[in-house]
């Protein structure tokens, strides 16, 4: 399996979950030009990432990658221990960062989709980062108690870490959310986090 991956961008969280199966794969690091050019295009239109290339096989999309590695990789239990609930729950979690905490921040990354006039982007941002202090506010209370977003490791977990790194570099309120914090810090410990960001340029 092949990873097409930018550095920071979501397809970070596919990197860190291949790095937890303990299997080998092989990643290939784009660059905004290279990620446009004909080579990439041909794999993915859109020119955007993450992609994969399994064999002739080529996926595209964040959450469904995370399944397909889930599947791929079942001994990793990134979709929890089999059972119809454990696997519900992950893909639960997932759904919340894939589909309500990652767009949050698009009016952050790029005002411009949402207003060509720049004295609405101010209040713009102002409205993205209430919406995602709010959003964190919920992840927070569902780490309370335990280690992991879903209650057990799950390829959940990773695309929250990057959303929290995103986060930072946003300058988002998360004051006194403890539970986060935390978790940023055993995710930051990790082996397989740690080898991803190393590989990615970020650490």
């Not at 794969?25 to 660059?31: E, K, L, P, S």
């Not at 919920?138 to 335990?146: F, I, P, W, Y």
């Not at 397989?192 to 990615?200: F, H, K, S």
């Amino acid at each position: 399996m092949k990873l097409y991956t930018k550095p920071g961008a979501c397809s970070t969280a596919d990197h860190i979950a291949l790095q937890w199966t303990g299997q080998p794969f092989d990643v290939q690091v784009m660059t905004r030009e290279a990620m446009k050019a004909p080579a990439f295009l041909a794999i993915n239109p859109a020119g955007a990432v993450p992609a994969i290339e399994d064999g002739d096989f080529v996926l595209t999309q964040n959450a469904a990658i995370m399944g397909y590695i889930a599947d791929t990789y079942p001994a990793a239990q990134l979709a929890g221990d089999g059972s119809p609930q454990q696997r519900a729950t992950a893909a639960r979690w997932l759904a919340f960062v894939n589909s309500d905490l990652h767009p949050a921040f698009l009016p952050l990354f790029a005002p411009a989709r949402f207003s060509e006039d720049a004295s609405d982007q101010p209040a713009l941002k102002e409205a993205a980062h209430k919406r995602l202090r709010a959003l964190f506010e919920s992840a927070d209370r569902q780490l309370a108690g335990k280690q992991w977003l879903a209650g057990f490791r799950s390829y959940a977990d990773p695309y929250l870490y990057i959303t929290l790194r995103w986060a930072d570099g946003q300058k988002i309120d998360l004051s006194g959310l403890e539970h986060l914090a935390a978790f940023k810090q055993r995710m930051e410990a990790d082996a397989g986090v740690r080898a991803a960001l190393q590989a990615e340029g970020l650490a």
